[in-house]
């Protein structure tokens, strides 16, 4: 099958692109984001996937399948750029899918579409709307792309749209919204809070993705590995330590004294959950994870320098 | 920090009591709902205290608390606070074999102070929602439930034998997850904490729903016999989308179960 996937340069479009490859695919990639060590033969073109060079890309290719990975969430400050480039890219995407007879196309989302919030569920389901989406601005980016995704089911229902909302994930490339909050040895915590956080390893994901691929699904399905940890617990086993600053001082400490610097709308995913049921991914697929949380850690430290 | 500090004082009882539940905890010590070993430990250290030697709980009809699998205790309050609730959940990790977590659902404001939000999680509280109940109970948990509400923890001292309006969430809850329930009397709270008032306007200020007034000012308890009566589980039928006029019967039949462990409760005292 001929595959395409923007957003291939990230660990993520990396591992899938090979693992794709490697099962007898032509993969072709599109990212902005140079992989200078892309194996040879593994085309990658330099453009935006907003752009007309891109839409080259899809007539000259002619993909079967498109694996759209070029889309972000933001536990990190971002610029005003990085916000739109969810919704145009998604666009863009389904456009060119439609114009050029694509049949099946994985959008690649996140869980954080959900939000986080002190009165939500613990454990959220695909039928949920998301919530809390007014205070992080960033995230609403987000929640649009995948809802514009989603609504190819009915809009274009004969592509077989598959809308993936993926848990955080944690490799040796550091890469992700998780993988960049924990990059310093010093890792914020608001004080008096202690969330789950639900995260998978990199690999296990790929293969995530590469099942929603092979086994051809359509619907909106979470995406989960382990079962959730406690974020001090992580923090501890990645061999960080915990600061935990009080909620008034927080937006002002970070950025300082070694601390990355978030979001303002960030915070409410330091104090409460956002945790996903996976079952119905898991009966359409057969995906059972590899990785527990701990080797997802060790993975993770194995790409500390 | 605060949490390796306190588990220097684990009572050995709770803490092999903890250790023997039967939920699938992680390396870090945690279940898929944030249940925490060492803060069950800690947390159910100091109800234990209470439960042992200042209440001297006495628990009555445990056998009809299944050992394992769904099942919902629903209860009477009394007293300004809900010491009730807190002994019947400790009652089911120190004295059913095996132990159990009794899941009561937790205020959102709980969740959103510092600390409280850790703790109330930590050991197994969450947020009350019908999706936390449905989800708790599809994987098999036990459920702590007052239809009562605040409602009941209002009561004064003179009508603490009597129930008020009973919610009718929990009989639909039980209905859609096929759940038994467990009726559960408690007597001693109302003796424990007597309201004789309650402040309303003075509450609001804090965001509770009323603050109790004992003849000592605080809602302090005394150190009063505390007696807790299983009833034998009570299985309907249904789906949860009954009429209310069938609800209204189911749960007029759980509260007057209830209603009957007390009257047989106080011929005990």
Redesign the interface.
Known sequence: MRVLIPGIAGALGQRVALRLRDAGHAVVGIDVRPWPSAPQGLEVHAVDIRKRAAEDVFRRFRPECVVHLATVTHLRSVSDEQLRVNLGGTRAVFDHAVTYGVKQVVFVGRHTFYGAA??????HTEEEPPLEVARFPELADLVAADLFAGSTLWRHPEIDTAVLRLVYTLGPSHHGTLGGYLSRPRVPT?????P?FHFMSEDDAARAIVASVERRIRGVFNVAG?????LS?IIR?AGRREVPI??PLFRWVLGRFGLVRLPNGAVDHL???VVV?ARAFQKATGFAFEH???EAIRLFRAGDV | MLLNALSRFVDPEVRERVSRLEL?F???G?????V?QPHLAVFYTVLAALYRRYFHVRAHGLANVPARGRAMLVGNHSGGIAFDGAMVATAMLLDLEPPRIAHAMSE??L????????WIN?VGH??G?P??AV?LLEDERLLLVYPEGARGTAKLYKDRHSLVRFGSGFMRLALKTGSPIIPVATLGGGEAVPTVTNLYSVAKLVGAPYLPITPWLLPLPLPVRFDLHFGEPMHFTGTGTEEDEVIDRYVGQVKDKIAGLIAAGRELR
């Not at chain 1, 002190?118 to 454990?123: I, K, R, V, W």
């Not at chain 1, 382990?226 to 406690?230: D, G, I, K, L, Y």
């Not at chain 2, 969740?111 to 850790?118: D, G, K, V």
């Open positions: 002190a009165d939500s569920p613990l454990y608001v004080l008096g809070f202690d789950l382990p079962p959730p940890a406690t617990g086993s009080p909620e104090k409460f959950p049921d527990d949380v701990d | 699938s992680n390396a870090h945690v279940d898929r709902f944030g925490s959102k404001f969740n959103t102070l510092p600390l409280s939000s850790i930590r969450l947020t929602l999706e936390n989800r």
